[in-house]
Protein backbone atom coordinates (compact mmCIF):
# COMPACT_ATOMS: atom_id res chain seq x y z
CA UNK A 1 0.00 0.00 0.00
CA UNK A 2 1.27 3.36 -0.95
CA UNK A 3 1.22 6.41 1.75
CA UNK A 4 0.44 10.08 0.40
CA UNK A 5 2.37 12.80 2.44
CA UNK A 6 0.26 15.75 2.88
CA UNK A 7 2.78 18.91 3.26
CA UNK A 8 1.65 21.01 6.26
CA UNK A 9 1.53 24.05 4.12
CA UNK A 10 -1.48 21.95 1.65
CA UNK A 11 -3.87 21.94 4.61
CA UNK A 12 -6.60 25.08 5.66
CA UNK A 13 -5.57 27.54 8.30
CA UNK A 14 -7.26 26.01 10.94
CA UNK A 15 -5.88 22.69 10.62
CA UNK A 16 -2.67 23.67 10.97
CA UNK A 17 -3.44 26.21 13.93
CA UNK A 18 -5.15 23.13 15.44
CA UNK A 19 -1.59 20.73 14.98
CA UNK A 20 0.40 23.36 15.45
CA UNK A 21 -1.59 23.63 19.50
CA UNK A 22 -1.37 19.89 19.41
CA UNK A 23 2.37 20.13 19.44
CA UNK A 24 3.18 23.12 21.71
CA UNK A 25 0.84 21.15 24.05
CA UNK A 26 3.66 17.97 24.25
CA UNK A 27 6.05 20.09 26.72
CA UNK A 28 8.80 17.90 27.80
CA UNK A 29 6.90 14.90 28.53
CA UNK A 30 6.90 12.22 25.55
CA UNK A 31 4.52 9.44 27.03
CA UNK A 32 0.49 9.70 27.27
CA UNK A 33 0.44 8.65 30.94
CA UNK A 34 3.24 11.29 31.61
CA UNK A 35 1.46 14.21 30.22
CA UNK A 36 -1.93 13.20 31.93
CA UNK A 37 0.41 12.73 35.40
CA UNK A 38 0.96 16.25 34.64
CA UNK A 39 -2.47 17.25 34.10
CA UNK A 40 -3.91 15.74 37.45
CA UNK A 41 -1.05 17.85 38.99
CA UNK A 42 -2.72 20.72 37.76
CA UNK A 43 -6.07 19.52 38.67
CA UNK A 44 -5.10 18.79 42.04
CA UNK A 45 -3.72 22.87 42.29
CA UNK A 46 -6.65 24.04 40.52
CA UNK A 47 -8.74 22.92 43.69
CA UNK A 48 -6.34 24.04 46.07
CA UNK A 49 -6.61 27.78 44.99
CA UNK A 50 -10.25 27.04 44.58
CA UNK A 51 -10.05 25.74 48.25
CA UNK A 52 -7.77 29.14 49.34
CA UNK A 53 -9.90 31.45 47.11
CA UNK A 54 -13.25 30.17 49.36
CA UNK A 55 -11.48 30.81 52.40
CA UNK A 56 -10.56 33.88 52.09
CA UNK A 57 -13.90 35.07 50.68
CA UNK A 58 -15.08 33.95 53.95
CA UNK A 59 -12.52 36.02 55.71
CA UNK A 60 -13.44 38.63 54.11
CA UNK A 61 -17.16 38.22 55.24
CA UNK A 62 -16.10 38.42 58.47
CA UNK A 63 -14.77 41.55 58.24
CA UNK A 64 -18.40 42.96 57.68
CA UNK A 65 -17.72 44.94 54.61
CA UNK A 66 -19.40 42.37 51.70
CA UNK A 67 -22.64 41.25 50.84
CA UNK A 68 -25.84 43.04 51.41
CA UNK A 69 -26.66 44.11 54.60
CA UNK A 70 -28.46 46.41 57.53
CA UNK A 71 -26.86 48.42 60.04
CA UNK A 72 -29.27 49.91 62.96
CA UNK A 73 -27.48 52.08 66.09
CA UNK A 74 -28.80 52.53 69.08
CA UNK A 75 -27.31 55.75 71.29
CA UNK A 76 -27.31 56.16 74.44
CA UNK A 77 -28.60 59.96 76.15
CA UNK A 78 -25.22 61.43 75.57
CA UNK A 79 -25.25 60.59 72.05
CA UNK A 80 -22.76 57.95 72.44
CA UNK A 81 -23.44 54.37 69.77
CA UNK A 82 -24.45 51.97 72.10
CA UNK A 83 -25.15 48.98 69.85
CA UNK A 84 -24.58 48.35 66.02
CA UNK A 85 -26.92 45.55 64.82
CA UNK A 86 -26.17 44.29 61.31
CA UNK A 87 -28.50 41.87 59.80
CA UNK A 88 -28.66 40.37 56.00
CA UNK A 89 -25.87 38.66 54.25
CA UNK A 90 -23.79 38.23 57.44
CA UNK A 91 -25.23 38.95 61.49
CA UNK A 92 -23.58 40.64 64.30
CA UNK A 93 -24.23 42.76 67.28
CA UNK A 94 -21.21 44.85 68.17
CA UNK A 95 -21.64 46.66 71.45
CA UNK A 96 -19.43 49.66 73.23
CA UNK A 97 -18.86 50.09 76.60
CA UNK A 98 -18.04 53.59 78.24
CA UNK A 99 -15.21 54.08 80.60
CA UNK A 100 -16.51 57.71 80.57
CA UNK A 101 -20.06 58.35 78.86
CA UNK A 102 -20.14 62.08 79.30
CA UNK A 103 -16.78 62.46 77.66
CA UNK A 104 -17.46 59.80 74.78
CA UNK A 105 -14.47 57.79 76.02
CA UNK A 106 -15.11 54.34 74.90
CA UNK A 107 -13.33 51.20 77.26
CA UNK A 108 -13.93 48.74 74.71
CA UNK A 109 -16.49 47.39 72.39
CA UNK A 110 -17.49 43.59 71.56
CA UNK A 111 -18.45 42.10 68.54
CA UNK A 112 -20.50 38.76 68.24
CA UNK A 113 -21.38 36.52 65.47
CA UNK A 114 -21.65 33.04 64.51
CA UNK A 115 -19.40 31.75 62.19
CA UNK A 116 -19.19 29.08 59.00
CA UNK A 117 -18.57 26.51 62.09
CA UNK A 118 -21.76 27.28 63.56
CA UNK A 119 -19.02 28.16 66.88
CA UNK A 120 -19.97 31.82 68.76
CA UNK A 121 -17.59 34.56 67.97
CA UNK A 122 -16.76 36.93 70.08
CA UNK A 123 -14.48 40.04 69.30
CA UNK A 124 -13.07 42.13 72.36
CA UNK A 125 -11.41 45.65 71.66
CA UNK A 126 -9.76 47.17 74.65
CA UNK A 127 -9.02 50.81 74.01
CA UNK A 128 -6.39 52.55 75.57
CA UNK A 129 -6.04 56.83 75.66
CA UNK A 130 -3.34 59.71 75.99
CA UNK A 131 -4.05 61.16 78.99
CA UNK A 132 -3.30 64.68 78.44
CA UNK A 133 -4.92 64.56 74.70
CA UNK A 134 -7.59 61.98 75.86
CA UNK A 135 -6.56 60.55 71.76
CA UNK A 136 -6.61 56.77 71.50
CA UNK A 137 -3.07 55.51 71.67
CA UNK A 138 -3.82 51.66 71.24
CA UNK A 139 -6.34 48.97 70.66
CA UNK A 140 -5.99 45.10 71.85
CA UNK A 141 -7.82 42.81 70.37
CA UNK A 142 -8.93 39.26 71.68
CA UNK A 143 -11.17 36.48 69.83
CA UNK A 144 -12.96 34.03 71.46
CA UNK A 145 -14.29 31.14 69.79
CA UNK A 146 -16.44 28.57 71.73
CA UNK A 147 -19.44 25.98 70.31
CA UNK A 148 -23.03 28.13 69.93
Same mark, same amino acid.
Given at each position: ???T?????? /?D???R?? @? $?Q? *????? #?T???????? /???????? @? $??? *??L?? #?L?N?????G?Y????????????????????T???????????A???NGT???????F??????S??I??????N?T?????????????A?A
Open positions: MANKIIQED /LLSTNL @L $KI *SDSKG #ETTLPERLS /LMETSIKD @L $KTA *SGSN #ESKINMLEGNFSEVFGYDTYGNVIKQTVGDMNFTIDYIYDAVLNYSEKKVNQDNKVIKKIYTYATGNITGIATTTTVT
